[in-house]
Structure formats: C-alpha cells, structure tokens
C-alpha cells in the first residue's frame, strides 16, 4: 500500500476529488457488505461454533480494518500530506499488520479445509473453537512482530524529536534506514513465500480429495471454484506488498501515466480484494446465504443448516 507515489504531482482538482470519492464509495459499499455478514454471523450463534466461520468472521474484520486504513491515508494524501511523524507511525504499524494477517488467515483456513477433508474423524478433536481463537491470536502477533521490530529499530535511530516532525505518511518516508529497506524486501518475500508453498500444498490435497471422494464431480468442481478464488486473493494479496516495484515498473514504461497507474495498482491490490471475501462466503455458501436471507428479512433462521453444505 504505497500512498507516496500520489504526492509525485500535484493532481487537479477535479481529478483528485474524482479520485477521492471514487476510493470513498467503494470503502462504503465494501465495508457495507463484509458489516452486513459480521451482523448475520454474530446474530446467529452456530456460525460462532464453527472453527471455519470464526476464521471466515476474523478475516471480515481485518478487511473491514484494511479497507479503512488504506482508504483514511489515501485521502491524507490530499488533505493533509505532512502528517506528523507520531500519528503515521500508528497507521502505518496497524496498516503493516492487518495487510499482513490476511494471506495468514487464508493459510488457517486452509489448513482447517484440510484437516476436515481429509482427516474428517480428528478434525472435532483439532479444530476447536478454543484453538481456532488462538490460531487468530497467533496470526496478529505474527503479523504485529516486523512493524514492532521496526519501531524499535526507528526508536534507537531517531531522536525523540523525530516523532513531533510533519512528514508525507507512506512507509518509506517514515521508516527509511537501510535496515527497514532490506528487511522489508526479506520479510515480504520469504513471508509470500512461505504463505503460497502451503496454500499449494494444502488446497491441492483438498482437490485430490474431493476428486476421489464419493460425492461426484459436482464437489470436485466446486472445490476448483474455491481454490481459484483464493488463489486470485492471495495473488492481489502478494502484489499489495510489491505495490513500490509494480509501480516503478509501469511507469519506466509508461512515465506520461504515472498518476493513472498508481491510482489503478492501489484500487486493484488495496480496495477491490477486499470484495472477494463476500463472493466466496456470502454468495457461494449455502448457509451463510439462507441465514443472510433470513437475517434480512424476518430475522435468525433457526432451522438446522448442515454445516458444509
């Protein structure tokens, strides 16, 4: 989520309160939809004793969380491009951790896709609500650890004064040592890497399963469904974490289109992937959909749902 780039030129005026509302709109609609299947979630209490709604319920808040960071810097781009150093210090450690967190929940809820496919008669025994909520904590204090270890790395290099300056809130302004520069290329990629060789692993098992189990190619299918859009997820989750080299890229490329381009890397890898969490749950799951009905219509469903239906 590289914000520094929009700062390059100044915009008109017309083209940045264009730029302003559009990102505006979409927070609004997005968040609308991901609060709207949190509501139904906690209206109805079985999907709080399922390990893989609880996982489904974190990764909604943290997009929630994402959209409303991002979209918040990008509009202190315009309206206030010198932001003291104090005050972007905190958003950019909360945007560093729930940006991070994301491709982690995806890897838990993969793994617990794969535990119940296929080691069906443990996964009751593994995955329990109670381990389900430490996994969650587990997956914040990782995603937490890289942004605290560079505050305290800024801490020992810069003066307290430092935190009391005004200076353009993007990452690379605020933590500029040579060390955040060369952790940061590490982190992300040994981070990316790791994340993608288990999602692999654990949603091909999943696949070969569901191709040899007895329920007929129509689950098969719908597992490839699943996989490609999280696989596509994960994808624009990796390239938000590249966002300064996708950028740099294009616009050797392109230098006319600077201002285009990183308006549009920001939309497709900041704002837009944050409407596929609600496709794959809200409009594909059969539960959650008949009990979003319900919720929107005449209240909770009380009828028993089967739960991987």
């Known amino acids: 989520m590289n914000t520094s780039e929009f700062t390059k030129r100044k915009d008109l005026f ?23 299947l949190l509501y139904t979630a906690f209206k109805n209490p079985v999907f709080t004793q399922e390990p893989r709604y609880i996982l489904y319920m974190q990764l ?8 409303t960071i991002c979209v918040t810097m990008f509009v202190f781009t315009y309206l206030l491009p010198n932001l003291n150093v104090g005050v972007c210090c905190i958003l950019i450690l909360i945007a560093s951790n729930v940006y991070k967190n994301t491709p982690l929940n995806l890897a838990g809820m993969a ?15 593994i995955c329990t609500v109670q381990n389900t909520k430490i996994l969650i904590g587990i ?19 810069r003066p307290l004064s430092y935190f009391s300056t005004s200076r353009m809130c993007y990452q690379q302004n605020v933590f500029n040592s040579e060390y955040h520069i060369i952790s940061l290329a590490v982190f992300n990629i040994g981070y990316m890497c790791s994340v993608w060789v288990l999602l692999f692993y654990t949603y091909f098992k999943v696949l070969f399963s569901a ?12 597992a490839r469904k699943t996989i490609l859009l999280h696989g596509v997820q994960l994808l624009l989750c990796t390239l938000s974490l590249f966002t300064t080299v996708l950028d740099g890229a294009l616009t050797a490329l392109f230098p006319n289109s600077w201002s285009i381009i990183y308006f549009t890397t920001f ?8 409407l596929l969490s609600p496709l794959i749950y809200g409009l ?10 319900s919720s929107l219509i005449c209240g909770s469903n009380k009828r028993a749902i089967d739960p991987y239906d």
């Not at 909604?60 to 959209?67: A, F, G, P, V």
């Not at 793994?111 to 025994?125: F, K, Q, T």
Request: with cysteine; proline share 4%.
């Open 111 to 125: 793994i617990e896709r794969y535990v119940a496919i296929c080691y069906p008669l443990h996964h009751a025994r």
């Open 60 to 67: 909604i808040i943290n997009d929630i969380l994402t959209l």
């Open 211 to 222: 191709k040899a189990a007895s329920s007929g190619p129509a689950q098969a299918q719908k």
């Open 139 to 157: 997956i914040w204090l990782v995603g937490a650890l890289p942004g605290i270890v560079d505050l305290f790395v800024i801490l020992a290099l």
């Open 284 to 293: 594909r799951d059969q539960k959650f959909k008949k009990y979003m009905k």
């Open 267 to 274: 939309t497709l890898t900041s704002i837009l992937p944050r």
């Open 14 to 36: 017309n083209e940045a309160v264009l730029k302003n509302i559009t990102v505006i709109i979409f927070a609004v609609i997005i968040n609308s939809i991901n609060s709207l």
